[in-house]
Structures are given as C-alpha cells and as structure tokens.
C-alpha cells in the first residue's frame, strides 16, 4: 500500500484547508449560535468544484476521485461540520446516485446544475417512522398513468429549505413490501410540495433541517429513477457511498477538535508548565492522535475500494462507525483539555463536541452499521 498522498491530492487538501480557514472560520460561530444557513459559502464551494467533486466533467462536475473527496470533507470539517453536511449530501447521495442510476435526459437536467453547484439537492428517505428501517416507507406514490401521486411527510431532511432539486423515496405497491418502492425526483416549488419549519438542533445548526410534506403532488413518470420498483435498491447504494462522507465528516470533527487541543496544551501553563508536559494530558493527546490516524486510514481504505469499483458494504460501514465513535470521544476530550474554557463557545471545542453526535445518528446508526459489518463477515 502506498500512503504518500498524491501531488494532486495534496493540492486539494490545501485548497479545501486554505477555504476553510479563510471563508468558513470567521463567522462559524455566529452561524452556530443563529441556525443561520452558509449560503454565501456554499456557493463559493460550488465554484471550486466542491458540490460535485466525483461527477463527470461531462455533467458539471470535478472529475476527482473518491480520496479527494475525503480529504476535502476532512478539512472542511475541521472548521464547520454544518457545511461539511451539505457537501456530503450534495456529492454523496444527490450527485453520485444520479450519476450512476438516472438516464441521459435526467442527467442532463438535473445532475448538471447540482455538481456544478449551480442549485444544491437533498434526499429524502427518513420519516417519523421510517429512519433507519428504508423498508418501511409510509410515504406513497400512486401511478395514475403518466404520472405518480405523491403524499406523505418526510423528516430530519438535510438541505431541506434550501434545495431546488429532491430525491424522494416513497412506497408504490406495498404488497410487494422494498421491491415495490421508487425513487423519484421532486422539483422545489411544485403544486401540494411544502417545506415545514426549520428544526433547532443540538448541533450542525448552521445545516438546513427541515421536514418535507407532500399533498397529492403530481410527479411526472420521466422523474422516477430506474424501473419500477428500483427505489429500494437505489436507496442502499446510495447510502454506501454515503457513508464514506459521514465518515470524513467525523474524521474532520475530530481532527479539528484534537489540533485546537493540541494547540492550548503547548499555551496554557499550570503548576509552573505547559499542560502538555503534565502526563494525564499527553496520554490524552496521544489516544486521541492514535484514534485519529486510524480512523483516517479507514476512511481512505473505503475511499480507495471505491475508486477501485469494488463493493464497500463492509469498509465504508466500518469507517463510518469508527470515524463517528471517534468523534465523539476526542470532542469530550478535547472539551476536557481546555478545562472551564472548553465550555464556552469562543474556543469551538463545545460547538464541536455537539457537532459530533449526529455523525453516530445519520446514514444509519452505529447499530445498524454494526449489523452491515457483522452481514459481511458471515459470508466470508
């Protein structure tokens, strides 16, 4: 294995570091405590080709590869985990799923737009009794012929209020139970398709989270994605992939947290040193520097099986339950080392460590990352 990172890739890594300290760093904490949406910033990330990192030149996008894209999101992160999330989504569960399961003329009209960063997506699978469980979509859309019906309500949706374009997981024959479901893309704006109220979340605030209502919504039969029936297919694919940006998502929390931790250990001085010569908080750092690097690799091993086109079930679930384990505990950490200080929101580590648990929620629990693993290795 060669772990030297490429000229390009190192390029990347610079450009998405020297974005997030110069665009997202300034008024990161100000977004946080308003729920105030990065919209000038997203934009600027649609321009550097952020939006739509893997997608085809062809389609708008950046032509990159899968470890670009996680050594973007991991810088990103550091600084704003609120606009790592709309990138994730945008490039993981909007763009890829299009690229890879939509035809030409549903390229051409949607996916151009959303990896040029022209608009932004969202997808929509989670329902009040549906998070997790995709097989369980309440959610209907009923063929009338040249058209679908579509109602229900959709929650917890990312981009919700801010997307042109969605991708809606609803039930068509229920009898048929996942194989009778569809996926279809709904348009912002369309007659009976309305936004509720922002939710006010314990962290990512600056993301955009809203639930989605549907009123016999007219979903014209060129917008489903694939045959009949395909949705529950194209979900699980989708969600693959999309654990990888998750992943780099906590990876980038993490690290983020552990350098400003880092970096207050080698300033604050207590009994006559620096804290960092004191041993119970170098063994902190050095657990915490250890989970990181190994978390990393995970990310990249799954990023690097992507590239290569191989299944990674396995690798991105173990990523994703590693990465936002790791998140979790070097944010409390990092919380820790900072003392009275850590809790006050100018030193970032608390809106990080809030930041961090919804990494352990989305694209799956970490139980139901453990049953993808555990699925995995019974068949080897």
């Not at 990138?87 to 996916?111: F, I």
Request: hydrophobic share 40%; aromatic share 8%.
């Amino acid at each position: 294995m060669n772990f030297n990172l490429s000229e390009e890739h190192v390029m990347i890594q610079q450009a998405a570091r020297d974005f997030a300290q110069n665009e997202l760093l300034p008024e990161v904490i100000e977004r946080d405590t308003h729920q105030t949406f990065p919209a000038a910033q997203v934009k600027k990330m649609g321009e550097m080709g952020f939006l739509g990192m893997m997608v085809d030149p062809k389609y708008g996008g950046a032509g990159m590869d899968s470890i670009s894209y996680v050594l973007a999101m991991e810088e990103i992160a550091k600084v704003d985990a609120s606009a790592a999330v709309v990138m994730s989504v945008n490039n993981s569960l909007v763009c890829a799923g299009l690229e890879k399961y939509c035809n030409e003329d549903q390229k051409m009209k949607y996916l151009v737009p959303l990896a040029s960063g022209e608009v932004i997506g969202a997808f929509a699978l989670s329902e009040p009794e549906a998070g997790s469980d995709a097989t369980s979509q309440k959610t209907t859309a009923v063929d009338m012929g040249d058209h679908y019906l579509l109602n229900g309500t959709k929650n917890w949706i990312t981009n919700g209020g801010t997307a042109s374009y969605y991708i809606v997981i609803a039930q068509t024959d229920p009898e048929k139970k996942h194989k009778g479901i569809n996926a279809f893309i709904v348009e912002r704006g369309w007659e009976g398709f309305e936004i509720g109220p922002k939710e006010d979340k314990l962290g990512i605030r600056g993301s955009d989270t809203h639930s989605l209502l549907f009123t016999d919504v007219k979903v014209p039969k060129e917008n489903r994605i694939g045959d009949d029936g395909f949705g529950f297919n194209f979900a699980m694919g989708v969600l693959n992939g999309g654990r990888i940006g998750i992943a780099s998502q906590a990876l980038g929390i993490a690290s983020g947290a552990y350098e400003l931790a880092l970096k207050y250990a080698k300033e604050r001085k207590a009994f006559g040193t620096e804290i960092i010569n004191h041993q119970a908080i170098a063994f902190k750092l050095a657990d915490m520097a250890t989970q990181i690097t190994a978390a990393r690799m995970l990310c990249l091993k799954a990023a690097s099986e992507k590239d290569q086109g191989k299944d990674i079930s396995e690798s991105g679930a173990m990523a994703k339950l590693y990465s936002s384990q790791v998140a979790m505990d070097t944010t409390i950490e990092a919380v820790q080392i900072h003392g009275g200080y850590g809790y006050v929101k100018e030193y970032h580590v608390e809106r990080m460590m809030r930041d961090a648990k919804i990494t352990q929620i989305y694209e799956g629990t970490s139980e139901i990352q453990k049953i993808v693993i555990s699925r995995s290795i019974a068949k080897k």
